[in-house]
């Protein structure tokens, strides 16, 4: 975790694409959206599972 | 969790765990469903300066605030119905199902009001990608409004021919769990398209 | 094929729309391979011309640069999406989940129905654009905007309408289907299946699907605009209208990564699960393995923009894609070990479905390390959009779809069709479709790493790649005898079906549940009560035991005692 922050946050490698980097007025449009979306599948599948084990614990209960 | 001992050709009625797992996951794909069209928007949103673009009308923030205390609203209603239909009470369980589906659809009025608005004032699809945004990613939920709205229908058109029961409330659980999805969107939608 | 205790059924009610699990596999198996005669012709089409540049090609005629692009566009989209899914993910998870974890049927069964019958729509939509004014589409399998956002740039319109329109019948078609197999899954299985107790097949499946199932919302978002794009006149992805062709990109990655897992894990699932029953041996690291795919999975969601490195991406982004994309190949390394450790002193048998599987290993080994090169943003500054790549994803996608898939395929044949294969042509087959597929892309790597690029029709046109004028044609004759090396199969796999010699229930010996219904199983698979569950999948060679295995329905200490009938 503390590396990804790292990775994310710190470093601004020198990158050597100097073709294309910067072509795009969205440049930090598309960061954010993946970075948006990097989290949401693991969110909702954590969201999926606890709903789960509830309903399955409480049927459990009733049966 | 165990293994449920689910003998499924004995019995046609679906197990509820089984068919409500299966209304989860349902829901999980439309949610990711519904978290790209968002990144789509957040990219457009944020890599512009300008939002809306010069030329473009504003969204009826108000109008749109007192259509989401509706939709909530309507949520509440829902809750109701399968609370009572719990409690053994199956006719005030449909009353409630019928109030879902009236505000539901009462919502979906109210928008389209807004939208004639909007396009008078220049605001299509084609107008820019702001407009293309606004339509797509609003319409797409106000589709999602009106299948659940159909859905709540169907529910309560079965709960009235008497199929549902506090024993048997599956049918009505199904559809609270749609509709509380649809309508657990909007304000996230409402905050980052109207007022972000 | 009848013995369905419901006695003689209406021919429709038995064979069209059939809630079966079984029947529907079987659909859904012969809907691909159908697909598949399509996409070998597509490729049979562009490797004339690649190899023999501007003659025509028998039996069609000129490949015209317009029309190559078709055919690529067309190739891409038909192995991946109407070959790979239809037969490792939606065959191979009716038929084998179900049985496996001892489920009678699917969780909904009406639903699987409607889901194969999508699927179908959804094969005669991107068909028909072969027909449509303008002909298919041509924007690539990955469609890239604009190229498939305006008619301007390729002169197709309907071909790419009817794209969109298939592709998102398909996915919603696979939804059901996925929706399906994890509601089994959780909830079906049978007492005693304990989730470290289920076979490595139906996890990989399962595994299968939950890769589809998080990822694909995304891309339908995407093509939903790129519908409008293309019909409505928006311009999400057009840049004179103020649109981001990157986008999609984005999200078409965003599925596209996971969707080659999808494809990738039913076919490590067949293997897995084959590997012990010829070895007799159990499965080495059964957990290892179950956590590894786990670690996979997440990490394939996290992985997507390196196929955009190239593309004008914020490098901030391009250093944790890459570690993510170098870290992804670890679990598989451990996978690739634990299948290596569970043959070492096994007594191997080399039939049919274990040359298959061996085969897998060896040429996916190849695939995945090529990936690890693409992996580092640097080295693919220089591969991208060479026939590296190409070479790199044929070696991933072939094995899995037709090494895996034939593993799968063979290996429960007889409890498709109650009929055995002949093992003779099998193997044929087999060494067939093995010497051709590496003489065929092995040379691709190096026609790659010397700069010819992708998706050109015609190599003639570039001085530096005159050199590779005669490899090129070596590939295309190596293809085609790769493509004729598939008629044992199909021969095989319709005379057997009808003449092959009957098949008892378990003929491979082998201990999990689906061994232990008769071969067919019957509508309903386990007669009247449900079996239930004693031991682990893999009990094989067990040194306190008399027999070399354990069916997983036998309780441990009872010596070949009742067949565990609950
Ligand atoms: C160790 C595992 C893998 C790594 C590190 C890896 C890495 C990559 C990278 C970086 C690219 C982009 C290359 C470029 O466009 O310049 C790529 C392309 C591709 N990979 Fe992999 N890959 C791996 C495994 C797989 C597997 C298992 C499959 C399929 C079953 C697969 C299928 C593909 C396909 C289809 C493409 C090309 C897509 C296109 O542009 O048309 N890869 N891979
Ligand atoms: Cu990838």
Not at chain 1, 9 to 37: D, K, M, R
Not at chain 3, 288 to 304: F, H, K, N, P, Q
Request: net charge positive; charged share 10%; proline share 7%.
């Amino acid at each position: 975790m503390a590396l990804f922050t790292f990775v994310f946050a710190v470093v601004s490698p020198a990158f050597g694409c100097p073709l294309c980097f910067g072509s795009t007025p969205y440049e930090l449009g598309l960061y954010w959206s993946v970075l948006f979306l990097l989290p949401v599948p693991f969110v909702i599948v954590g969201v999926l599972i606890a709903w789960i084990r509830r309903q399955s614990d409480g049927n459990i209960k009733e049966g | 969790m165990t293994a449920a001992p689910a003998d499924s050709i004995a019995s046609d009625r679906p197990a509820p765990l089984v068919s409500k797992v299966g209304m989860a996951l349902f829901i999980g794909t439309e949610a990711m469903f519904f978290a790209g069209l968002i990144s789509a928007y957040l990219v457009f949103r944020v890599g512009n300066p300008n939002w809306p673009p010069a030329g473009q009308p504003r969204l009826p923030v108000e109008s749109t605030a007192f259509n989401t205390l509706i939709l909530l609203l309507s949520a509440a209603f829902c809750h109701r119905a399968v609370s009572t239909l719990r409690a053994g009470l199956a006719r005030s369980s449909a009353y409630w199902l019928g109030l879902t589906a009236v505000f539901g659809l009462f919502f979906l009025v109210l928008q389209g009001r807004e939208w004639i608005r909007l396009v008078q004032f220049g605001l299509t699809l084609t107008s820019s990608v702001y407009g293309g945004l606004f339509y797509t990613l609003i319409g797409v939920h106000g589709l999602h409004v009106l299948a659940g709205t159909a859905l709540v229908l169907y529910v309560l058109k079965r709960s009235v021919e008497g199929r549902y029961s506090a024993a048997y409330p599956l049918g009505v659980e199904l559809a609270r769990m749609y509709w509380n999805f649809v309508v657990a969107l909007w304000p996230g939608l409402y905050f980052l398209v109207y007022l972000l | 094929m009848t013995n369905d205790p419901h006695g003689p059924q209406k021919f429709i009610w038995k064979y069209i729309l059939s809630t079966d699990h079984k029947m529907i596999a079987k659909q859904y198996l012969l809907t691909g391979l159908v697909m598949a005669l399509v996409g070998a012709f597509t490729a049979y089409l562009m490797r004339w011309q690649l190899g023999y540049p501007n003659t025509n090609a028998p039996g069609w005629g000129l490949v015209t640069p317009d029309k190559f692009n078709m055919l690529v566009t067309m190739h891409g989209t038909i192995m991946v999406f109407f070959v790979g899914m239809p037969l490792l993910v939606a065959a191979l998870s009716n038929f084998v989940i179900p049985l496996q974890i001892g489920a009678r049927d699917m969780a909904f069964p009406r639903l699987n129905m409607l889901s194969y019958w999508i699927f179908v729509l959804s094969c005669v939509a991107l068909l028909a654009s072969f027909f449509v004014p303008g002909g298919a589409p041509a924007g690539g399998w990955t469609g890239y905007p604009p190229l498939s956002a305006s008619e301007q740039y390729t002169g197709v319109h309907w071909g790419m309408v009817l794209w969109i329109t298939a592709l998102a019948l398909e996915f919603a078609s696979f939804t059901m289907g996925g929706i399906n197999y994890l509601a089994t899954f959780m909830c079906l299985r049978v007492p005693g299946m304990t989730y470290f107790r289920v076979p490595m097949a139906t996890w990989f499946l399962i595994g299968a699907s939950l890769a589809f199932f998080f990822s694909v919302g995304p891309l339908i978002a995407g093509a939903v605009m790129l519908l409008l794009d293309n019909v409505a006149g928006t311009g999400f992805y057009i840049p004179a209208q103020g649109g981001e062709p990157l986008l999609w990109q984005h999200l078409f990655w965003f599925f596209g990564h996971p969707e080659v897992y999808v494809i990738f894990l039913p076919a490590v699932g067949c293997v897995l699960e084959i590997l012990p029953v010829f070895s007799r041996k159990p499965i080495f690291g059964y957990r290892a393995i179950v956590w590894s795919m786990g670690a996979a999975l997440a990490l394939s969601y996290i992985v997507w923009a390196h196929h955009m490195f190239i593309s004008g991406m914020n490098p901030r982004l391009a250093t944790p894609f890459s570690i993510t994309t170098i870290l992804i190949s670890v679990p598989f390394a451990v996978i690739i070990f634990c299948m290596l450790a569970s043959l070492r002193q096994g007594s191997i048998r080399l039939d049919t479905p274990m040359l298959w599987g061996l085969g897998f290993l060896a040429t996916f080994l190849i695939g995945g390390l090529t990936g690890i090169f693409l992996g580092s943003a640097s080295a693919d500054i220089y591969l991208h959009d060479t026939y590296f790549v190409v070479a790199h994803f044929h070696y991933t996608f072939f094995p899995s779809v037709f090494f895996g898939g034939f593993a799968g395929i063979y290996f429960w044949y007889p409890k498709l069709f109650g009929r055995r294969y002949n093992e003779t042509l099998g193997k044929i087959h087999f060494w067939m479709t093995f010497i051709f597929f590496n003489a065929t892309f092995w040379p691709i790597f190096r026609v790659g790493a010397g700069g010819m690029l992708r998706r050109i029709a015609d190599p003639t046109q570039y001085r530096i790649l005159d050199q590779f004028k005669e490899m090129n044609s070596m590939i295309s004759v190596a293809a085609f005898i790769l493509i004729l090396g598939q008629v044992p199969f199909v021969w095989n796999f319709f005379w057997s079906m009808f003449r092959g010699p009957a098949a008892d229930a378990n003929p491979w010996r082998a201990g999990t549940l689906e061994w232990l219904a008769p071969s067919p199983p019957p509508h309903g698979n386990w007669g009247p009560g449900l079996p239930t569950v004693y031991v682990g999948p893999y009990e094989y060679s067990r040194p306190d035991m008399a027999d070399d295995f354990v069916p997983q329905y036998r309780p441990v200490g009872v010596l070949g005692g009742p067949a565990g009938q609950a």
